[in-house]
């Protein structure tokens, strides 16, 4: 037995001028009539609602609208804290509860690379980048002809 569905959204309008009007008749379609319609049986939930933005965006509403309302289903007082958590996590949204806990932890985060990136031989530090460019194969070698010219009696 196979499963047919089918969802629809209709949509019929119809404007009658009246007499002195500041509008021409052209400024309006005297008759609108839209009709989408798309197979139900497989639609997952995301779907549906890409589905219904389309009717929105067709009978006129603003995208800005749209995205409103599709957030005020997530984030109202009916519903439970945690779930609304989770979508945050899920999109990765910041609650405004969450806002000063999250600050702090930017201060954190801040400091400690500051705290890092300080130079940790403070008054050697002009004598510590002109050594900096070498490698430790290079200042062994120097390390080496340095205790070789004392030996000679050069240094």
């Known amino acids: 037995m196979t499963y047919n569905a089918e969802v629809q959204f209709k949509f019929d309008a119809t404007w009658t001028p009246t007499y002195g009007s500041s509008f021409s008749d052209d400024d309006?379609?005297?008759?609108?009539?839209?009709?989408?319609?798309a197979p139900a049986a497989d639609l997952n939930c995301k779907q549906y609602f890409k589905l219904?933005?389309?009717?929105?965006?067709?009978?006129?509403?603003?995208?800005?609208?749209?995205?409103?309302?599709?957030m005020?289903?997530?984030?109202?007082?009916?519903?439970?804290?945690?779930?609304?958590?989770?979508?945050?996590?899920e999109y990765e949204l910041t609650m405004d509860e969450d806002l000063e806990k999250k600050y702090q932890d930017f201060k954190e985060r801040d400091a400690h690379w500051a705290e890092l990136s300080e130079p940790k031989i403070k008054?050697?530090?002009?004598?510590?980048?002109?050594?900096?460019?070498?490698?430790?194969e290079q200042l062994g070698e120097m390390i080496d002809m340095y205790e070789q010219s004392k030996l000679n009696g050069v240094a």
Not at 31 to 36: D, F, K, N, S, T
Not at 52 to 70: D, N, Q, T, W, Y
Not at 73 to 82: A, I, Q, S, T
Request: aromatic fraction near 14%.
């Open 72 to 89: 005020s289903l997530v984030f109202n007082d009916m519903v439970l804290e945690e779930e609304q958590r989770k979508v945050c996590d």
């Open 123 to 136: 008054g050697d530090w002009g004598r510590f980048q002109r050594f900096a460019k070498y490698t430790d």
């Open 52 to 70: 219904f933005e389309k009717f929105m965006l067709c009978v006129g509403m603003s995208p800005k609208s749209i995205r409103s309302g599709a």
């Open 28 to 37: 309006f379609i005297p008759e609108e009539h839209y009709l989408i319609t």
